[in-house]
């Protein structure tokens, strides 16, 4: 067994790391060492990784086909299924390759690679759907002046300013990771290269930088939910305001589909914050990971077509044209 060859770490700890890049291996641990499970574990993650990778895909496609869509709410979605794929394809595809080829070995470039665009991805998401918020509270408290405050340049720098936000949060994370010293063949209790993980494998007294890592999901996952809770609180105070119960039903299903994604990646993305800073059990944190990175982005499409008629109208106009 592969595991069995790297289940003593040779502690020679490299000074700089960084600069022996080619020399520097981690081994991921996974989920389970029992070959009769391998079979039914990689097909679950061939399966889930499939089905993102279909549902995102047919929700951009659906929205750049159809003119109905071309608003500035379909344009978040669209970014956002982007988001969904990059996010998930950073680590369950490099899982379902080590399954396959029973190898868990990980280069120290690869696992830098991997944690920053996991930690892009991720943060972009999160961005994304605090912007998803400020435009439903601009349609339902401003819908006269909507189409002038969510003009197409102001959603364009919205979406610029996302993606800045998010390569500032991973470049941080990258940073951090890149100064800390390993040993040789060190094992990764997780199934992709987590920065909390690590900083319980490196050699360097890292106490201040396990605080750093915390500090950091706080500040670019607090102020995002800060911004949609705010929304929110806008969007309820306006509903409430509206006399008929059919005006209030209507203006917040407009909400649902994203009230929805907000609590679930959130919810999960939380689970996963504190099972990291609490848990011992490095299987349970894995497992928490899971439903952030990739249940999550797999049920994000089918939220948002089962709970939009716009969106389910879109789908069928698109299959008709299709067949």
Sequence with gaps: MAQQGYSRNQCLCYVEPQNLTGTLEFFLLGFSAHPELQPLTFSLFLSMYLVTMLGNLIIILTIASDSHLHTPMYFFLSILSMADIGFTSTTVPKLIWDIQTHSRVISYAGCLIQLSSFYFFGCLDSVLLSVMAYDRFVAICYPLHYPVIMNPHLCSLLVLVSFLISLFDSQLHYL???????????????????PPQLLKVACNDNSSNKILVYFIGAIFGGIPVSGIFFSYCKILSSILRVPSSGGKYKAFSTCGSHL??????????????????????????????????????????????????DIKRAMWRLLSRTT
């Design 176 to 194: 951090m990771i890149s100064q800390l010293s390993f040993c040789t063949n060190t094992e990764i209790p997780h199934f992709f290269c987590d």
């Design 260 to 309: 929805s994604v907000v609590c679930l990646f959130y919810g999960t993305g939380l689970g996963v914050y504190l099972s990291s800073a609490v848990s011992h059990s490095f299987r349970r944190g894995a497992e928490a990971s899971v439903v952030y990175a990739v249940v999550t982005p797999m049920l994000n499409p089918f939220i948002y077509s089962l709970r939009n008629k």
